[in-house]
């Protein structure tokens, strides 16, 4: 006869995970938690279940996880209204469960349960849990996990149509700037992918708010701030010069006041800013539709920028032959024009 004095734990269904998650992170609420030890012990429970949640979600290193189970999962946690306590409770969770949650977070939106992206259907129907992401680049404990998060949310083009309109969107104006480095640079990798993403719905945006855009835009072109110049710059050409933007594009290179910005970035101090600067003053100058106040700046500064333009080269040792054709080819433009 043989004893067994230590039952198997029975492994807990979808719907038990998701109930736990809801119950542990309902109790970090601090009107419920009193004392700092019922705190530990309650964020203890949150990092537990979100372990057993990753573990359902993508297995355990030896199995593969079980899809039937996977898909139950992802149905609970929208039908419990899980999502908003993940988002919302983000700043109170420690270090290990923000990872796992992080982890998590890309398979329950892409997760999709016949054929529908549940999570993203909740988020769509409570957007107002991604200007919470947003808003949440102004605390550095969660910045970064924040930013994958949404990330993940700005691959959906709902999603990334809903922070490019919402007001919540000029905070990243503000967001690339801040000292933290890492916070900094993380927000303008959002801010990137939602303005090369989906290139249809950029469109779309600029060709709304074109004026309001540009004002903010031009501040980040004329940083005193080095990354953030060349960050910037960078970034203008990718999206203005996608082939849905060519509307946009004609009507940036009409302007006066655009013109005038790239013209300072080529006598940047920096060698890539002004061979980034290029690229659109290039634009400008080659426009057969230029307006008479843009022609009359590049008379007026003409010595100045073919000089510029003479000493402008890829840099040491390399050879461009595209570029020398370019270079080129503007220089003719530029001592075609007279005052």
Known sequence: MSFSFFKALRPKTPQEVAKSIKESL??????????????????EEVEKNFATMRTMLS?????????????????????????????????????????DLVHCWSILLKHKVESNSCCVEYIEQHIELLDFLVVC?????????????????????????????????????????????????????????????????????????????????????????YVTRRQSLKLLSEFLLESPNSQIMKRYILEVRYLKVMMTLLRDSSKNIQLSAFHIFKV??????????????????????????????????????QFEEEKEFIIKEIERLSC
């Open 59 to 99: 297995g355990d290193g030896e199995s593969e996880p079980n899809l039937d189970q996977v898909s139950q999962l992802v149905e609970e946690i929208c039908k419990e209204d899980v999502l908003t306590l993940l988002i919302h409770k983000l700043p109170v969770l420690e270090w290990e469960a923000r990872k």
């Open 284 to 321: 400008f100058v080659a426009n057969p539709n230029k307006p008479r106040e843009v022609k009359l700046i590049l008379a007026k500064n003409q010595e100045k920028l073919l000089e510029l333009l003479h000493n402008l080269s890829p840099g040491k040792g390399s050879e461009d032959e």
């Open 137 to 225: 680049y102004d605390n550095k404990d969660i910045a970064l996990s924040c930013g994958i998060m949404l990330r993940e949310c700005i691959k959906f083009p709902s999603l990334g149509r809903y922070i490019l309109e919402s007001a919540s969107f000029v905070l990243f104006f503000k967001f690339v700037e801040l000292p933290n480095f890492d916070v900094a640079s993380d927000a303008f990798s959002t801010f990137k992918d939602l303005l090369t993403k989906h290139v249809n719905v950029v469109s779309e945006f600029l060709t709304a708010h074109y004026d309001e855009f540009f004002d903010l835009y031009e501040k980040l072109l004329t940083s005193p701030n």
């Open 26 to 43: 309902m109790a970090l609420d601090t009107k419920t938690v009193v004392e700092v030890k019922a705190l530990e012990k309650a964020l």
